[in-house]
């Protein structure tokens, strides 16, 4: 651990623990290609996803830049994050750190199941649609976009 990064953490009173359960819940490094400027995403799992929305983004990327720096094995003065961004979801009152992925066990069903719309008088009440809920494209911004046209064509057909 850097000085920097020890200053840091200090200065924001997280324990060494929680910096610990924090790097060791460094899902994966990715890299966001369909863009000029280069971007890398770094995604945390478990506990560690909701434990960064309480550090400042500062911090955040200090912890990612020192992963990635030991584990390429370069010297962290070389290469500097100009900016970060950390998801705030599990915060947000109306997302609440939701977020899906397909168990081992489940199936087209199991989707097509979780997409049934809610109707206990025979008229569709509630409809489901987003990127869980579609058979092929699981986990996709085009099956969020399919489910959606979908469930708003169901509204539509009972308007009508």
């Known amino acids: 651990m850097s000085d920097g990064l020890r200053e840091q953490l200090h200065a924001e009173r ?10 060791s819940m460094l899902f994966h490094f990715d ?3 369909s863009t000029d ?13 909701i434990m960064i929305e309480n550090l400042s983004e500062k911090l955040v990327g200090q912890i990612c830049h020192e992963v990635l720096c030991n584990c390429l094995n370069i010297a ?3 290469y500097q994050p100009v900016r970060i961004l950390k998801s705030e979801w599990h915060n947000n009152k109306y997302i609440r750190g939701s977020y899906s ?9 199991d989707r097509r199941q979780l997409r049934a719309s809610y109707a206990p008088d025979g ?18 911004v085009n099956a969020a ?5 979908q469930a708003a064509n169901k509204i539509l057909s009972t308007i009508d």
């Open 145 to 149: 976009f399919e489910t959606g046209i």
């Open 123 to 140: 008229i569709r009440r509630i409809l489901f649609a987003g990127e869980a809920t579609h058979e092929h494209y699981y986990s996709t």
């Open 31 to 33: 890299v966001l290609p």
């Open 37 to 49: 400027i280069p971007v890398l995403i770094c995604w945390f799992v478990g506990p560690a996803a």
């Open 76 to 78: 962290q003065e070389k």
């Open 101 to 109: 992925y397909s168990s081992i066990k489940s199936n087209k069903h």
């Open 14 to 23: 997280v324990d060494t623990d929680i910096f610990k359960a924090i790097v």
